[in-house]
Every structure is written in C-alpha cells, then in structure tokens.
C-alpha cells in the first residue's frame, strides 16, 4: 500500500493548539481493468477522539455526478444503497483497516458501472469541525483487453535437445501501457520455477535455476514478431522437463509514479519430456592457486559433471594428506572430524554444496600446518525400496597441493597521481601503493591524509580498515559525496578517485599504511606502518572564453523616447556559465563611469548609486534572452540629462563543483552614446499685423492664434502685453498660465481694467482677450506671448519655447461731437415787474446718455464812467459787459445766484433738450441781451465724466418797460386800503358774478343765432384777464392776451 505524507496545519484556538482533522484518499484518475480486483487506500490525520476511526466510501457516478451512492461503511452495516447491498454482503465488495486511522476499500471484481468518483468521508470525533472531513478521487474501468496465447502441445525431447515455444501477447487499451512476459516450468504440484522473462522497463532477465545458462546463452527469449515472443532452450537437461507456460501483465502508470499491473494472464501450456542419454560422471577438482600466506582464504571446487543430477544421488567426501575431512551425503548435511568440526565451528572452515553438480572446500584463513595435499571424491548411490541407498560408482580427481608460506613484515608505501594539475570539475586520481604486494586477506589499512592548500596541518581524509571497511573523516565531509575508494583484489593498493575538482580539494595529500595481526582472542597487533611521499595537487579554474560585444554605437532620440542598451556574449567558456552585468554610464563631466544597475549571477538584481541620485529605479527594464548571452536594459522615458557613453561591464560566474559560485572572468562591453535632446521647437503664432479703431465703451476683442506647437499633450501660457502712447517700456496686462490661472498685470491690477477683461480660449491654441467697455486710456499696441510647456519624463514642467504674435494697433475714440443749440435770435419787450422765461434748445446731441451744463449770461451795455476809462480800440462786443446769471451743471447742481438775481430765478427742464430760465419781477436793470452756453458731457467706461463739446445759443434781447406808479403799488403800500379792496369786495364780485353768468345762461339761447349788421359778428370785449397775486409778489396786472376777443 502506498503511504501518505500527512499534512498537518495548526491554528491557535482559546490558547490551545488543536490539530486540523486531514482526509487523504490515493491520488487518481486510477485506470483499472474491468472483472480485476482492485484496492483504494483512505487515511485520517490531525483527528481526536478513538485511534480507531470510521470510515464512510460513496461513489458519485458519471450519469449523476451530484448524487451520492453510498458503498460501504466499518460503522453502519445498512449504509450502502440498494444497488451495492448484495455484493457488500456477499464481500464483493468490503474494507480492509490496516490500521486505526487507515482502510483499503476493495472491490474484488471490479464491474464497468463502478467508474465515477470515489468519496471517503470520516465521521466526526473531534470536539468541533475543524479541517478537511472527506477526500475524492476518480477511478475509470476499461475493458480487459490482455490476451495470452499459446500452442498447447506435448514435446518429447532428449537430452542435449534444442527446444522453442512460442506465446502470442496483445492489448488494445487505449491508455498508455506496458507489457511484461515471462515463462514458466511447473512440474505437478511444485512451485513454479522462472525460466526467464521481459520486464515492463524491457530488462531481460533470468530466473536463478536458468541464470547460468542464460549467460552461456543456452536460454533465450526473443520478439519475432509485432506481438509474437519465442523462449530457446539449447542443450536441453533432463531437469528441463516439465510444462511450460508463459505469463503476461499490463502495467499502468498511476499519478504518483508508480507501476500497477492491471491484469495478468497466462497462456495454456506445453508439455515438455526430456531424456537422459547415460548414466556416466566425471570429477573435476580446483583451486585459484598453489601457493598461499598464512592468513590468506583458499577454497577448492569440487565439480561434478552427469547427466540429469537432480534424478540421481551423489556423495562427497574431502581429504587432507588422505586424512578424512568431511564428507556429504545425498542430503548435502556436512560431517566433519573433530579437528576441522572446531575450526568450522570458529568459522575458519566451511564445506557446502553449492549446487547440484559443485561441492566447496573453504579454509578462511591458512595455517603454516595446511600445507599438503587436498581431494574429493564422488561416490553414486542408489536409493533402494526401502529407503536406504547402496554405493554404485566412486570416482576421485588428481590430488591438488597448496604451500603456506609465513608473512613478512617489511614494506613500503608510495602515494602517486597520474594528474598533479586539474581543472575545476575534473576528476583526479591518488594511488597507494604497497610493496610488497600483500593479498586481500592480509589484515593492512591504509589512510589517506589531507593538508589543504594554504594549511600547515594534515587530518585524516578516509581510512581503508583492516576489516575491509571505509571510515571517513570528519572534517570534511564534502570529499565524501564526490569520492570514490578503491582497494586492489590483487594487492593492498588503494586508490582515491576524486570527482568535480574544485579548490577545496587543493593541497598535499599523503598515505599511512599500516600492517595487522589477528590474534587468537580476536585482539589486533600492529606489526608496522609507513608513509608516504607528500603527493601536491594543484586544481586550476578553466580558462575562460568570455567574448563581450565590443561594438560602438550611437543613438539620438528624443525625451519621453526608451534608450535600448544591449549588451551581447559572444563567447562563454562552459554552457552552464551565469552572469553577472553591471550597467554604467558615463558623462563628460565625470572622472569614471557611474553604476545604473547590477544583475548578479543569481539574477538579484541591484540598483547603483546613480540610478537612486537620478530616480531611476521606476524607469529601468532589464531584459534576458532565452538563449542566455544577450541582456538589455532599456531606460524608459528618456530625459535630456540620461545623455552620456553607456556601457556594460559582464563577469562570468561559475559553479564550483561543490556548488559555489566563483568569478571566473569579467570583461567590458563597447561604448553607446546617447544623445537625449528635446523635441524640435514648432512652436508658431499667428505674426498678422492688425488695426482695431473702436468707440469708447464698445467691446473689443484681441485675437491670439497658436498656428503650431511641439507636441499635442504640451501646455501653453499665454501674456499680453501693451505699449501705451507716452510710456518708454510695453506693460503687462493678463496672464494665463498653463495650468489655467489668471494673473492680471500692474497695468491691469492698478487700474479699472481688471474689472474689463475677459479671457477665454474657445478652441485649442486659439485665445480671445476681449476689454469691455473700452476707454481711450486701453489704446496701444497690443501683442500676445505664447511659452509652450512640455512635460519631462521626471513629471517636471519645463518651458520649451515662446512666440511672440503680430501687434495689433487698438485705438479706443470718444464718440465725434453733433451737439447743436438752438442760435435763432429774439427780442422781447416786457413791462416792469413782470417775469420773462429764456429759453435753452439742444436741436442735437452726440449720445442719448450725454449730461448737460447749462449758463445763461446777461450781456448789456457798461456804464458810462467805466466806458469812458476804456480804450478807444476796443471792439463794440467788448463795449458790453457779460454776466452769469445761473449755471446748471452736468449733475445737475446749481451755481449761487448773484446778488440782483437771487429770489427771482425759476429754472425748469422741460425736456431732455429743453431748458427753460424764468426771470421774475422784472425791473429796468434786466434790459439786455441773454443767451445759454451748453457744455456736453460723457461718462466714460470708468464712470468719469468728460465734456465732449460746448456750444453758445442766439441771444435774446429783453426790453423792461417803466410802467410808473400802478394801483396796485398804492393798494399793496395801504394796509387799510388793501383790505378794502380785496376782502370786503370778494362776496359782492361773487354775487354778481353769479347773477350775471344765470341771466346770461338764460339769454344764451334766444341769442345764439343773432347776427350782427351785414352778417358781421358783434365784437365783444370780454373781461380783461386779471393776474392776481395775494402774496404782492407779482402786483394784479390787467392786460389783453391774445386770443380775448371771439
């Protein structure tokens, strides 16, 4: 059966160490013959509870493989299904405990629909569930497709006869299988006896009665055909009489490796006579040689020669200077003398029979006293019917005698190697050789010292005993695994065969031979020891064949590109050679190379100094071929400083035969320059020259067009710029850098224009810079500049190029100036104390948000001592003097009314365009002529406000009429007066007034249709209008306006 390795896991539980409950089942698929008896093994491991476990087999079959069919179980006697009763029962079926913890299932005859999966389940016994309970495996049954065959047939042979049978053996079993074949002689009831056979592993081989004819090639098995083998038997024996039969097996590999026979059969057999031609015998006497040394083993060789020895008997007797031995009867029971029974009793002496036909004398270790004369003799006998045998024929070969010469003590020893110098992992012989020649038996050990290269001290290496045993030394145990000790049949030499030199092997060696005596009580006695020559071995290392590339090359790529570095082997000096590559680099501004990376011969692989100072440990790949002599390295993501000479520096390891690595060689590879550079700048901007005139507060958009860049993935910032009329030095306005961050300018951070701006980029490479509301302060020269920002492999930002655009001229106007006042002249007469309105009309403005500052001015004649102080050339208008009678302005704020004026001004805005200035109480010093000067004002986009234009209107001349003392002066001067004219009257007026509108109501319609003379309407003269002012303010005025006459 086949163990297994039990799997143990451990899990700390409640501070205790419980062991995992492991089901182990024979590993499958199993492929088993169907009608074969078959066995499957099941073990429990890691359990608690009874040593002695149950076990539960079920089968989960092909047609169904999620239901369980339950077989057999070493607990429940009703655990198999209805379909596997009748055979558990019947023990078709049953399991075998091999032990507390481990069954067999068998199946005795195994049967097509027992394929499926075999499940061993093993009931709890544990405290709790903890581990595997149950183990599967599969098991496929194919037919039996083993034949044997053989012609059944009766042989009668005679002796000395050749004999060939033959047996035919086929399969058609689908799985990979093996065949073996073997024949058999069976004589009735007896055992078989082997005659010979072919194993799976095609290994002839024979049985032990028919080895030795085997080898004289008196017995043989051949193939004659695809499935067809023959057995030969030449010189046929009468012993060869029997039945013979042959015997086939298929044999399968299971998965643990293992061979299984699934079948064996046997074919019918062949009878097979033989015999005997007489009843003649020879004798036949010998020894290895004549002349011995005390202590040294002889043996004498009694050979009997007849025909069909196993049918008859013989009997052995041997002699000593014809002095009785021993002797042997048909039973082959030795008796001996009472001499040599004592000497056989200590095991110097031994009388056996060997075979049927060879019958041996041997005396172990000789005496000085054995010297003589040896025989046997061979006496036939016959077995009557009573059981008793009589003497028939005795026959003695020629006497053989031996000399005992006695041993000598002196001896030398010499130590010598046929190879003084090695290479590593040859091999090396060290002989030890004692003269005189002493034989085998001659108690002698012989030991091989050792001082290594660089000791001063010898230790004993391996020691050749004087009982013939090997005895280690054990300071250096690995000379043992690669160490072969020899010692001569034909002398005490001995020789050191050393394999897979290495360095430790390297050093003096030297023998020390020692010479034995065996005493009666089993004591030793050293008769003497030598020893030999220092004997020094040199083991060298293989000389190398290292070959590196050392090709030059240079390479010019682009940053963000991979840096291919090969380094190439063109020779090795052993197919198993490693290597260990250093990569370095070399710049201009260093004295030496720098190491990258180093991958040793075990393929660890190691950063250098340099890789960790650069970073690059995240950007290098190391790259082995298949075929072992080309290495790369690629540097991914190149950047400007990996620029430099590259090369690599290759050292070839070996291992030592007793498996250490050692640097054999080392060698340096040709030089790659590398030329890192930045992409090429294609960085463009639109160079268009432009003029934008606007109006002051329009929009106005500027227009930065990247027509190229470098790279699509690059970044770009952009920055405005203006040169400003009267300013030495352009001025920056907004900036946009690449990661999207506005930063405004001093220009714009100081001023409004922050607030203005507005910067957007509508399509890649395409950037709007648009000012609203526009003032005249925005003109200028205007120009964008575009850095272009492209990333580096290290992840760093760095400024690869900048274009400046074409100017564009931008000139922000105030809007051209239409305002237009009304310059018609008037004249107007008023009477004193009346009031007069002037008039200001804005026939046009510039802009419909314009404000307007109004002045009316008075301009009259100077007074005549002032005139007459006045130069002669003076022009007429300068004759006159001009003064500001109020001032409106844009905000709508009010000037302080002169003196002569104040009280008496009513200004009113009747339109938008329309200012009316009403002068009250007119008196004689407001002759004159007026006229209203406009000044137009704008707001510009700051808010601030400018006069954009101003204009003088027509004058107007007003004439104030003396109108004397009126009765209103009077009334208004007399309290009394006053209130007699214009409280008491007041109820009269009314009354009349009524009276005269109700007889004028009724009279209307009489006189509606009256006419006049000729058809001419009457004229009527209606009231006159009256003025009155309660406050004297303006005194009752009685006049005719237009229009009072119907």
């Not at 329309?914 to 009250?920: A, D, K, M, Q, S």
């Not at 003396?962 to 004219?981: E, H, K, M, P, R």
Request: proline share 5%; with cysteine.
């Amino acid at each position: 059966m086949r163990t297994l390795r039990p799997q143990l896991a451990s899990l700390l539980l409640l501070g205790m160490a419980l062991a995992q409950r492991q089901v182990a089942v024979q590993e499958g698929p199993l492929y088993r013959t169907e009608g074969s008896h078959i066995t499957l093994w099941c073990k429990v491991s890691g359990y608690q509870g009874p040593a002695e476990q149950n076990f539960q087999w079920s089968i989960y079959l092909p047609s169904a493989p999620e239901r369980e069919v339950q077989i057999v179980s070493t607990v429940d006697p009703s655990f198999p299904y209805a379909i596997y009763t009748q055979r558990v029962r019947s023990r078709g079926i049953y399991v075998e405990r091999v032990q507390g913890d481990a069954v067999l299932l068998h199946i005795t005859e195994l049967q097509d629909r027992d394929a499926g999966e075999y499940e061993c389940h093993t009931p709890n016994t544990d405290e709790r569930y903890f581990g595997s309970y149950s183990a599967k495996m599969n098991l496929v049954v194919i037919p039996d497709s083993l034949r044997v065959t053989a012609v059944p047939q009766t042989l009668n042979k005679v002796e000395r006869d050749s004999l060939e049978l033959k047996c035919e053996v086929s399969k058609s079993t689908t799985q990979h299988s093996h065949v073996s074949i073997a024949w058999y002689r069976q004589r009735g009831s007896e055992a078989p006896v082997e005659v010979i056979s072919l194993s799976r592993d095609f290994v002839l081989r024979a049985g032990s009665a028919y080895a030795q004819r085997q080898a004289t090639g008196d017995v043989r098995l051949d193939k004659v055909g695809e499935t067809t083998s023959k057995l030969t038997i030449y010189n046929l024996h009468p012993s060869d009489q029997g039945e013979f039969y042959c015997e086939a097996a298929e044999w399968i590999q299971d998965p643990d490796k293992s061979w299984y026979a699934m079948t064996r059969k046997r074919s019918q057999g062949a009878i097979v006579n033989v015999q005997a031609t007489d009843k003649e015998f020879s004798v036949r006497l010998e020894t290895e040689k004549r002349t011995y040394i005390v202590g040294e083993p002889v043996e004498f060789r009694c050979t009997l020669e007849a025909q069909n020895i196993p049918d008859r008997y013989f009997s052995i007797s041997w002699a000593f200077n014809s002095s009785l031995i021993a002797s042997l009867g048909p039973n082959a029971v030795p008796v001996l003398n009472n001499e040599f029974a004592q000497r056989e009793a200590l095991g110097q002496l031994k009388v056996a029979k060997e075979s049927d036909n060879v019958f041996v004398l041997k005396i172990y270790r000789l005496r000085l006293e054995d010297s003589g004369k040896y025989n046997c003799r061979v006496t036939e006998r016959e077995k009557t019917v009573t059981g008793d045998f009589i003497d028939k024929e005795s026959k003695r070969p020629k006497n053989i005698p031996i000399t005992v010469l006695p041993l000598k003590a002196g001896f030398a020893v010499t130590a010598i190697s046929r190879t003084p110098g090695v290479t590593y992992n040859e091999s090396f012989d060290l002989q030890c050789i004692i003269k005189p020649h002493y034989p085998s038996w001659v108690p002698v050990s012989v030991t091989w010292r050792f001082q290594p290269a660089g000791s001063t001290e010898f230790h004993d290496l391996v020691t050749f005993t004087r009982d013939g045993g090997v005895q280690w030394g054990d300071r250096y145990a690995g000379f043992r695994t690669r160490t072969a000790i020899e010692k001569a049949e034909s002398s005490n030499n001995v020789r050191l065969s050393i394999s897979r030199a290495s360095d430790t092997e390297a050093g003096k060696y030297q023998c020390v031979a020692e010479l034995w005596r065996k005493n009666y009580n089993s004591s030793w006695t050293r008769l003497a020891d030598r020893t030999s020559n220092l004997l020094e071995i040199r083991v060298l290392r293989p000389v190398t064949k290292l070959q590196v590339s050392k090709s030059k090359r240079s390479i010019t790529l682009v940053e963000n590109r991979p840096i291919p570095l090969n380094c190439s082997v063109k020779s090795q000096t052993s197919p198993d050679s490693h290597f260990a590559v250093l990569w370095y680099v070399h710049k201009p501004s260093d004295a030496d190379g720098k190491l990258i990376l180093k991958t040793t011969h075990s393929s660890a692989f190691e950063y250098g100094t340099y890789a960790e100072e650069e970073g690059l440990r995240g950007r290098l790949q190391f790259e082995r071929s298949a075929s072992g002599g080309l290495f790369s390295l690629t540097v991914q993501r190149a950047e400007v400083r990996d620029s430099g000479s590259y090369y690599c520096h290759v050292e070839e390891w070996l291992l030592s035969p007793n498996h250490a690595w050692y640097k054999l060689a080392e060698e340096v590879s040709g030089r790659t320059e590398v030329t890192v550079k930045q992409p090429d700048n294609r960085l463009q901007v639109n160079q268009t020259y432009k003029n934008i005139t606007v109006l002051e507060n329009q929009w106005v958009t500027l227009e930065c067009l990247v027509s190229s860049r470098t790279s699509p993935s690059s970044q770009l910032s952009v920055e405005w710029y203006v040169w400003r009329p009267g300013h030495p030095e352009k001025e920056a306005v907004v900036r946009l850098s690449r990661q999207s961050t506005l930063r405004y300018g001093d220009l714009a951070a100081l001023g409004d224009l922050r607030s203005r701006l507005h910067l957007e980029s509508p399509s890649p490479g395409l950037y709007h810079l648009s000012i609203q509301n526009a003032t005249v302060r925005d003109s200028g020269a205007y120009d964008c500049r575009v850095e272009e920002w492209l990333l580096d492999p290290s992840d760093r930002w760095y400024k690869r190029a900048e274009d400046l655009s074409g100017l564009i001229t931008l000139t922000v106007k105030q809007p051209d100036p239409t305002l237009q006042v009304d310059t018609a002249t008037a004249n107007l007469t008023v009477q004193e104390k009346e009031s007069f309105p002037l008039d200001c009309s804005i026939l046009s403005r510039s802009s419909p948000d314009s404000h307007f500052a109004v002045t009316w001015y008075n301009l009259r004649a100077k007074e005549a001592g002032s005139r007459a102080e006045e130069d002669e050339d003076e022009d007429e208008d300068e004759e006159e003097e001009r003064e500001a009678v109020l001032s409106v302005g844009p905000d709508a704020v009010f000037s302080p009314e002169a003196g002569r004026w104040e009280g008496r001004l009513r200004f009113q805005r009747l339109s938008a365009v329309l200012f009316r200035l009403t002068v009250l109480q007119a008196g004689g010093a407001d002759t004159g002529n007026y006229s209203c000067h406009v000044e137009e004002w704008l707001a510009d986009p700051n808010g601030l406000w400018y006069r954009l234009a101003e204009e003088e209107s027509g004058t107007v001349a007003v004439h104030v009429q003396d109108a004397g003392s009126t009765l209103q002066s009077v009334i208004c001067s007399n309290d009394a007066l006053f209130y007699f004219v214009f409280f008491y009257p007041f109820p009269i007026f009314g009354i009349l007034i009524i009276t005269i509108l109700l007889v004028r109501f009724k009279s209307r319609n009489s006189s509606k249709n009256s006419e006049g003379k000729n058809g001419v309407p009457l004229l009527w003269i209606k009231e006159p209008h009256l003025n009155y002012s309660p406050t004297c303010l303006e005194p009752p005025v009685l006049s005719i306006h237009p229009g009072t006459i119907d």
